[in-house]
């Protein structure tokens, strides 16, 4: 949990680009290879910009929507 908010802190400290690999991984527990807002609820932060970050409003990040 302490490495999730280190990862995540320096996501969106980087503005979006950073680790977002690993952001997938810690955060997709059904491996769907995308992140539901049930996802990221159990992280704060991310939580607080997915639906900036959901590009086509379909509910869910996918590596590319983290990238941009
Ligand atoms: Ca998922
Ligand atoms: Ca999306």
Same mark, same amino acid.
């Given at each position: 949990m302490k490495t999730l908010i280190v990862i995540t802190g320096l996501f969106l400290a980087s503005g979006t680009v950073y680790a977002q690999e690993d952001l997938m991984d810690a955060l997709d527990t059904d491996n769907d290879d995308r992140i539901s807002l049930e996802e990221a609820s159990s992280d704060a932060a991310l939580s607080s910009v997915f639906a900036e970050l $959901?590009?086509?409003? $379909?509910g869910y990040l996918t590596a590319s929507e983290l990238e941009n």
């Open positions: $959901d590009i086509n409003k $379909d």
